[in-house]
């Protein structure tokens, strides 16, 4: 499988092959413009060939010149291709006569190389190969240099990692039930070899124990930041806690539905519109517990949901802080709840 794409697709180009790299044999990215995030995953293409084409009079000449220097200390196979005179219309030579599908074709995917280098500071992006990063701190550089170094031999260097798996069982340097030895950071684990070997850090130390996140902790599906909440599946949610009265009820109704009710002027995309639920505390079902993010308006006092969580939130608003606003996002359950107590976070004050 093989991808490229020109300008912002060049972009995607290197966001999505250097956050996925094992689904890809080879990449070409044409005038990129990839995402400040991209920055430091260059090292991700340590098992990709790359072509890179740009146009010396292109306005993303100088992007595609720091990511050339990038590439040259990090692709096994890298090259090159900038057209004089030319702007932001590289892709027109780069594809001509389908020149780019016969450069794809010198080269396959290998899903067991012998060393994988690994950089994310996601746990939606935190597999490649046969390594796996299963506990990181979100935002912060997480970093794993794996070396398979002879038969059932593999040295692993690590950054920012609490908790990793190696997936061995396909390796054609790793036999299942033979003797093996993984050194971690320096230090050496000997013993029979299973499939999968998984590591994780206590008190700071590496162990041969295998990690298990907590009910509150980050973990895939639930990292954040707040927007994760609306990308998928998600409910808005009022309270009826207080003994309200109807005029009450319809307007915490309609601070939920103010936030539900969103469509977003995109431009040439045309308008994007989305109706997800908007129900009570008391219209919750078990099935909206394990399926939805939940968006929480009011308080423990005033939305039952809230109080259900009471003692896992981290923090809440009390009850007569009428001037003030308070929202946050956690995890919980593998998904999210989004808390939204007092003024709603579109409010403004001067």
Known sequence: IY??????GGGGTIWLGLTRPDIWAALAPCCPAPPEESADQACNAGNLPVHLFVGDKDFLYPTALEWKKKFEGCS?????AEYPGIGHNSWEYAYK???????FARFKGNLYPDRVQFNTRWFKYNKAYWVEIEDLTPGSLASVDARVTGMNAVEVTTQGVDAFTLHLKDHPKFKAGGKAEITIDGRL????????????KVDGQWTDKPFAPGIRCKQQGAEGPVSAVISSNHIYVYG?????SEETLQARRAIAAAAANWSVDRGMLGRVMVFPRVISDVEMRPSDFETSNLVLFGTRETNKVIETFAGTLPMHLQAD??????????PLNAHYVLVNSGLPWWTQSG
Do not use: C, K
């Not at 991808?3 to 912002?8: E, Q």
């Not at 096994?76 to 090159?80: G, S, W």
């Not at 006569?97 to 450069?103: A, E």
């Open 321 to 330: 802080a009428t001037d003030y606003g308070l929202v946050y996002v956690f």
């Open 3 to 8: 991808l490229t794409g020109l300008s912002m």
């Open 240 to 244: 009826t806690g207080g003994n309200p």
């Open 76 to 80: 096994p196979r890298f090259e090159y």
């Open 97 to 103: 006569d389908g020149f780019i599908f016969d450069w």
């Open 189 to 200: 684990f000997r013993g029979n070899s299973p499939a999968s070997f998984a590591f994780s």
